[in-house]
T-cell receptor, first 111, second 112 residues
Framework: QQPVQSPQAVILREGEDAVINCSSS?????VHWYRQKHGEAPVFLMI?????EQKGHDKISASFNEKKQQSSLYLTASQLSYSGTYFC????????????FGKGNQVVVIP | DSGVTQTPKHLITATGQRVTLRCSPR?????VYWYQQSLDQGLQFLIQ???????AKGNILERFSAQQFPDLHSELNLSSLELGDSALYFC???????????FGSGTRLTVV
């Protein structure tokens, strides 16, 4: 089942903070975050696993609320390079690790 | 270079035709996933292979098929193409369920 991402789009100035969210109606094993720039492939940022383990990008932080089945990605002190579309992908179990992706959060960072 | 190689990068073909998209996963990755990306639908899961065997199927049309070979490269075959099949097709690979995907650069298919 496709997760729901919000907000659809965010415009922020360099140095500002933003939070983007990903929600599922199903119990999740993992939440992945990817960033895609126009015309390029999605790039892995972070994975959050049930039980609290996280793996990924040093400069980006995220959280996974297992009770709400919701993940949030925190863009802190944003840089121009943070612009792109952020996709969350969710998996319901370790053995079934194919990801269902949301429709994305478009983030534009302006000088 | 992500380590996942997809060919060709661009493909333009006519309706009714058949095409084959190829993917070589990152060295050491046993899982290969195919996704279709269109503007209004986002990334839609098509099919997954693990070490040569089909592991999961998504909303893949009957006109589409795929396989993974002993050297772990994978091919996605699209036949009886329709205008609506025009999209970006991504291949991704991963080591296991607890790791992120590495995406290839994609094949942009245009059906005219």
């Amino acid at each position: 089942q496709q997760p729901v991402q919000s907000p659809q789009a965010v415009i922020l100035r360099e140095g500002e903070d933003a939070v983007i969210n990903c929600s599922s109606s199903k119990a999740l094993y993992s939440v992945h975050w990817y960033r895609q720039k126009h015309g390029e492939a999605p790039v892995f940022l972070m994975i959050l696993l049930k039980g609290g383990e996280q793996k990924g990008h040093d400069k980006i932080s995220a959280s996974f609320n297992e009770k709400k089945q919701q993940s949030s990605l925190y863009l802190t002190a944003s840089q121009l390079s943070y612009s792109g579309t952020y996709f969350c992908g969710t998996a319901q179990s370790y053995g079934n690790n194919r990801l269902a992706f949301g429709k994305g959060n478009q983030v534009v960072v302006i000088p | 270079d992500s380590g996942v190689t997809q060919t060709p990068k661009h493909l333009i073909t006519a309706t009714g035709q058949r095409v084959t998209l190829r993917c070589s996963p990152r060295s050491g990755d046993l899982s290969v996933y195919w996704y279709q990306q269109s503007l209004d639908q986002g990334l839609q899961f098509l099919i997954q292979y693990y070490n040569g065997e089909e592991r999961a199927k998504g909303n893949i049309l009957e006109r589409f098929s795929a396989q993974q070979f002993p050297d772990l490269h994978s091919e996605l075959n699209l036949s009886s193409l329709e205008l609506g099949d025009s999209a970006l097709y991504f291949c991704a690979s991963s080591i296991s369920g607890g790791d992120g995907y590495t995406f290839g650069s994609g094949t942009r298919l245009t059906v005219v």
